[in-house]
């Protein structure tokens, strides 16, 4: 991984921790009550099973591409329609943000972290963004463990900054996050950035 795609990697892993899903929406009624701190735990584990798929797909994606090369076009063109539906249903999705009250939760560490891990490791569209990504930055039929442990620590500060980001915010405007209109705007503009990056891999070479 060069320097400048290691950059745009970090940026695109930032751009999708920040995209409405389950692991947003649960870290966001966590912090619109108990404030961003209280979000630690609960994010870490999010984050750590995103880098297990993230390691998953860098492993299974070289196989493939060093064996079979027309699967593996086959794979990315899959990832990037896969994408742009992500995208589209953002776009469509109604505003829902009932959530069961962190309140009746316990706070512990190991509870929240284990809470968040499941949220990660229940979403499907993980590891597919994952499988859909990494061959703009890594040659998959070349991969080495350094090239892995460089995509994992740029997975881990990309997420964390961006989702405690979220926490923080929500935190410090609670109001305009229970505002309808304005998570419809969200819905919308991340969906956008979704398809975007779709279309983008699709045009890949």
Not at 120 to 136: D, H
Request: glycine content about 10%; aromatic content about 14%; some cysteine.
């Amino acid at each position: 991984m060069t320097f400048e795609s290691a950059i745009v990697f970090f940026l695109a892993v930032f751009v999708f921790g920040i995209t409405p899903g389950p692991g947003v929406f649960a870290l966001l009624a966590r912090a619109l009550v108990k404030g961003a701190r209280a979000c630690f735990a609960l994010l870490l584990g999010m984050v750590i099973s995103d880098i297990l798929y993230l390691i998953a797909a860098c492993l299974g994606l070289a196989t493939i591409a060093t064996h079979w090369g027309e699967i593996f076009t086959v794979i990315r063109f899959i990832g990037a329609a896969y994408l742009i539906y992500l995208g589209w249903k953002m776009w469509k999705a109604p505003v829902d943000l009932s959530t069961n009250s962190p309140q009746d939760e316990q706070s512990g560490f190991g509870l929240s972290f284990g809470q968040g891990f499941l949220i990660s490791a229940s979403n499907p569209k993980v590891i597919l963004f994952y499988i859909a990504f990494l061959p703009s930055f890594m040659d998959l039929s070349a991969l080495s463990l350094g090239d892995i442990a460089l995509a994992s620590i740029l997975t881990f500060i990309a997420l964390m900054s961006g989702m405690m980001l979220i926490a923080i915010f929500a935190a410090k405007a609670r109001v305009w996050f229970k505002s309808e209109q304005a998570m419809k705007r969200l819905n919308r503009g991340a969906g956008s950035i979704m398809m975007g990056a779709g279309a983008f891999l699709a045009g890949q070479k």
